[in-house]
Structures are given as structure tokens and as C-alpha cells.
């Protein structure tokens, strides 16, 4: 049974940080690119971070480019989001997405920056 968990989300002041983890099992995980998308009350779901297989360079929307970094670590089967210098615009709900032309995506979960 495929199964990607997110876990991490919070509520963060602006400027904090947060980790989100995506734990992925019931596949090769070693063999797809990973995604970070997320998803605000009323607008669409965008695109925020990918990594490829071998986890090379990451690619990165240019709203968050300089602030979030995304990592994965095939031998925990696991796509990390370090987000830093976090911004209200920033919250939404946050999914990880394993692409591979056949996709996964996980139940997601919430980010609220708020003061």
C-alpha cells in the first residue's frame, strides 16, 4: 500500500523556521522525483520545491527561492522542506507529491505563519 505522511506543520511566528517530513513506503521511492506543493484557503495548488531521483540540485518557485531548501534521504525513504524566514503568505496546506508519471500524493499538512 502506497502512503506518503507529511508531519511538521505548525503555527510560526513570522520569520520563524520549520521542517516538513514526508515519509514515503509501499514504493521505490529512490526512483522518483519529489515535490513540495501547497495549497492556500482560496487559490490554487502551486508548486513550491522538486528534487530528482538522485538528489541532485533542487528546483524552487521564485516566491521561495533563498528561504526553503528541499533534501531527501533515500535510505529513510523521507523528502524534507527546511523552511526558513517564513512569511504569512506562506501558510497554507503543504503536500509532498512522489512523480514518477504515475503520482502519489500525501494527505498534507498545515502551515500558519501568524503573529
Known amino acids: 500500500q502506497v502512503q506518503l505522511v507529511e508531519s511538521g506543520g505548525g503555527l510560526v511566528q513570522p520569520g520563524g523556521s520549520l521542517r516538513l517530513s514526508c515519509a514515503a513506503s509501499?514504493?521505490?521511492?529512490?526512483?522518483?522525483?519529489m515535490k513540495w506543493y501547497r495549497q492556500a484557503p482560496g487559490k490554487e495548488r502551486e508548486l513550491v520545491a522538486s528534487?530528482?531521483?538522485?538528489?541532485?540540485?533542487?528546483n524552487y518557485a521564485d516566491s521561495v527561492k533563498g528561504r526553503f531548501t528541499i533534501s531527501r534521504d533515500n535510505a529513510k525513504n523521507t523528502v524534507y522542506l527546511q523552511m526558513n524566514n517564513l512569511k504569512p503568505d506562506d501558510t497554507a496546506v503543504y503536500y509532498c507529491?512522489?512523480?514518477?508519471?504515475?503520482?502519489?500524493w500525501g494527505q498534507g499538512t498545515q502551515v500558519t505563519v501568524s503573529s
Open positions: 507529491k512522489a512523480d514518477r508519471g504515475n503520482d502519489y
Open positions: 509501499g514504493f521505490t521511492f529512490s526512483r522518483y522525483t
Open positions: 528534487i530528482p531521483s538522485n538528489g541532485g540540485g533542487g
